[in-house]
């Protein structure tokens, strides 16, 4: 069966789209102008890149959007968000994009949130975590797909607390994401734990951690247990060093993002057992939907998919339901409206776009590391639901200032 084909079947159903019988696409496409950190962060955004593809190709296959096929036009914000802005203002004038999409780092998030709001333009934050997109910077033009810090982080603090461990050493890249998963975790950790203590906090820069010292001043705290929330490079230098040193004996540790395979498989066999993580185990969920991408992913591309591919589809998912629901209109206000409460499936299962905080409700796995035959996999995991890990209403409404 022709590769196109075999897609057409397996996903109209998941898409909600009809297969094309009748007459040819309609004239036109939808600009997607999507930026993203691409250069920097390349172990996340190209698989994530790639999962985009597969989710346009499924979706074009299937018939478009009311005759019209999704067109990705793609910037790279040089981890910038100068640059990000400049990138979004280039295609808005010479693009004549129809909406924006993107970004990982949540600094740059932050910065295109806000040109969201000044120029009145429909935003999907796919990727960039910190609580402030949908929160204390959140405006109505911008969505956010991906699990923020507080959702991932209200996820491991029962875990957390289960150790019963008293004094908590926390290390963490310094800035907006990092910030905002520290604070998120130590308020929650307190209501969890009442007693507890924060004996060392060690804020790194991003990508230039200096793994030495870093773990020499959190063996020089002696703490019970260790929080976590380096990720890429910077995770691997440090637990290459904290084996070294034997940081990790004895103690709990509990990271965040630490089990998605773009990490996990850096590490190989220096892969800590037994650490708290959040994360992304494509070898072992059994469930049809994730099985259906799985097939069509590798098929695609020769390759396993990382969490990146998931965001990345998901994305595409959600701007193609959106646009469904309008009936076709890429107007950003009818987009606003269709999203708020929009409800789309995805290889996770079904997830609603909150119209309170404009949140997906994405969820994660969450479980421990492992090291399999020399390799870091997840074990005793479990898919956490991002709607059971959201503040009341009420604290929302303080938080978004009558946004």
């Known amino acids: 069966m022709p590769l196109c084909t075999a897609l ?3 996903w109209a159903p998941l898409l909600g789209l009809s297969l094309l019988a009748g007459p040819a696409l309609a004239q036109g496409t939808y600009k997607i102008g999507e930026i993203n950190s691409y250069k920097a962060q390349p172990a996340f955004l190209e698989p994530y890149k790639k999962g985009m593809e597969l989710a346009v190709e499924q979706v074009n296959a299937s018939g478009g959007i009311a005759g019209r ?4 036009i793609v910037r790279d914000d040089n981890a910038n968000p100068g640059d990000a802005v400049r990138a979004a203002e280039e295609l808005l004038a010479r693009e004549k994009v129809d909406v924006l999409m993107g970004s990982f780092l949540s600094h740059v998030g932050l910065a295109l949130t806000d040109f969201a709001r000044q120029k009145k333009v429909f935003f999907l934050a796919a990727e ?3 609580d402030k997109i949908v929160w204390e910077s959140g405006n109505r033009y911008t969505f956010r797909l991906r699990a923020s810090t507080y959702m991932q982080v209200a996820m491991l603090v029962p875990e957390a607390a289960a150790l019963k461990k008293k004094r908590w050493a926390i290390v963490y890249p310094n800035y907006e994401y990092g910030q905002s998963a520290v604070a998120t975790f130590k308020k929650l950790l307190q209501q969890a734990q009442p007693g507890v203590e924060f004996v060392a906090e060690q804020a790194t820069p991003l990508g230039k951690v200096d793994a030495g ?5 959190l063996q020089d705290a002696k703490p019970d247990a260790i929080f976590n929330v380096l990720f890429a490079a910077d995770l691997a230098k440090f637990v290459r060093e904290g084996n070294t040193r034997g940081l990790f004996q004895g103690r709990g540790v509990v990271s965040l993002l630490s089990g998605e395979p773009e990490y996990l498989d850096t590490l190989k066999g220096e892969t800590p057992e037994g650490w708290i993580v959040t994360g992304y185990p ?3 969920i059994q469930t049809p939907a994730h099985q259906a991408f799985l097939d069509a992913y590798q098929q695609r591309f020769k390759d396993y998919p990382r969490a990146g591919s998931i965001v990345g589809y998901n994305a595409i998912l959600s701007i193609a339901e959106g646009l469904k629901k309008t009936g076709g209109s890429a107007d950003t206000e009818k987009l606003i409206a269709a999203f708020r409460s929009l409800e789309v499936n995805t290889p996770f299962g079904p997830i609603t776009y909150r119209a309170q905080d404009h949140q997906s409700t994405m969820g994660a796995y969450v479980g421990k590391t492992a090291l399999r035959q020399g390799k870091g996999v997840m074990v005793d995991f479990s898919y956490q ?3 059971k890990f959201q503040p009341s209403d009420e ?3 303080k938080l978004r200032k009558g946004q």
């Open 69 to 72: 096929k999704l067109q990705l």
């Open 395 to 397: 604290e929302v409404k």
């Open 385 to 387: 639901d991002g709607s």
């Open 282 to 284: 494509w070898y072992a």
């Open 213 to 217: 010292s870093v773990v020499q001043a």
């Open 8 to 10: 057409l079947r397996t």
């Open 128 to 130: 960039p975590l910190t």
